[in-house]
């Protein structure tokens, strides 16, 4: 099979469009555009405030960083996979300390 054959470089193509296309379909339909991971390193200036046991609050540096990254991407952290050496409670009254006018988030029963 060669790959100049109009027969199978037109349904490749196609579906390589098509997969692209529903890619950033759901990128910009997410709330919080960004992944786990990114939305994870953005939270770096809170990581005494939201070690568990920690009597640390916010730096100016967290709350700037939680106000940046907003409730949507806020709420995928603290809902999604553990984080070590997060404390899911503290995490969640970040925003609160850092008088960021988000909403709660909701925790999965």
């Not at 109009?6 to 950033?24: D, G």
């Not at 503290?90 to 909701?106: G, I, S």
Request: with cysteine; net charge neutral; proline share 11%.
């Amino acid at each position: 099979m060669k790959f100049s054959d109009s027969r199978t470089t037109l349904p490749l193509l196609m579906l390589v469009l098509v997969i692209s296309s529903t890619a950033v379909q759901d990128s910009i339909g997410h709330p919080c555009g960004s992944t786990f991971f990114s939305a994870l390193v953005q939270l770096i200036p809170c990581k005494a405030a939201v070690a568990p046991f920690s009597p640390i609050p916010p730096t100016e540096a967290c709350c700037a960083s939680i106000k940046a990254l907003g409730q949507p991407c806020l709420c995928v952290l603290v809902t999604g996979p553990p984080i070590a050496g997060v404390d899911r409670t503290m995490a969640m009254q970040l925003p609160v300390k850092c008088t960021a006018d988000f909403e709660p988030c909701e925790m999965a029963k």
